[in-house]
């Protein structure tokens, strides 16, 4: 895997992507992979993306960074068409109708289904209210990209609006799974909330499992697809095509 060299402000780190499954359990799938981009020093150890927070909103950067990303994704589709990448759109690319488009034209020079492409957006960082991004989100569809809700509370925004907003999938927000194992009144209010996402046809993924004893709660119900530490670490691109036969 192509490993690109950033810097900043006269310092130099290296970047490289790792890619997180999201697998169903009762079939012990994998449903998707997300991108991430890790960075390291110059002798080699992660430098977690907090620490270097303003060098990567740097508008020079993040082009950078998700352009990076992107083609990472591509050039793993290349070698299997069959898989779902997902990456996180910046809320500064978000209604960024250029970038838009350049995302799709990368994806057909490399003979990239737009449809094995998720673009994943997350609300809480967003400098607009969600729906002020409807023209995008419709050309994004239109392009044939998957839409993903990132960090996402059933019945903050209405099944019908996400459904309106051409979303196809929903991350629930961590927070609202952690220690769910200690609650099943939790669970069963939970599962009432997200019911009306599924009516709506939009899939609904359990992310950031980092609890041994959620995710056993978990197996115990259906679900269609979870991510987390507790189930799997990102996985190097080495692991990754081990695990794929590539």
């Not at 094995?116 to 997350?122: C, G």
């Not at 459904?163 to 009432?192: G, K, P, V």
């Amino acid at each position: 895997m192509e490993i690109q060299t950033l810097e900043f402000t006269g310092k130099k780190m290296q970047m490289t992507a790792e890619f997180q499954p999201i697998i169903q359990l009762s079939g012990n799938k994998i449903l998707r992979y997300e991108v991430l981009a890790r960075f390291f020093n110059a002798e080699g150890f992660l430098i977690p993306a907090q620490q270097i927070t303003p060098e990567l909103t740097h508008p020079q950067t993040l082009f950078q960074v998700c352009d990076f990303i992107i083609a990472s994704a591509c050039n793993l589709l290349k070698l299997k068409s069959a898989l779902v990448i997902s990456f996180k759109l910046p809320a500064q690319l978000m209604g960024n109708m250029e970038y838009l488009a350049g995302i799709y034209k990368r994806s057909l020079q490399n003979n990239v289904a737009p449809q094995n492409l998720e673009i994943t957006i997350s609300e809480k960082i967003l400098k607009a209210p969600l729906i002020n991004y409807v023209t995008y989100l419709r050309q994004a569809k239109e392009y044939g990209f998957l839409l993903a809700l990132d960090e996402a509370r059933p019945g903050a925004i209405p099944a019908s609006t996400l459904s309106q907003l051409s979303f196809d999938t929903i991350h629930l927000d961590r927070a609202m799974i952690e220690n769910i194992h200690q609650d099943a009144a939790t669970f069963t209010a939970l599962r009432r909330c997200i019911g009306p996402l599924i009516s709506a046809g939009i899939t609904v993924f359990c992310t950031g499992i980092a609890k041994s004893a959620d995710l056993h709660f978990l197996q115990k119900h259906p679900s269609p697809g979870i991510q987390g530490y507790a189930l799997s670490r990102p996985l190097t691109y080495s692991q990754l095509r081990l695990l794929e036969g590539l």
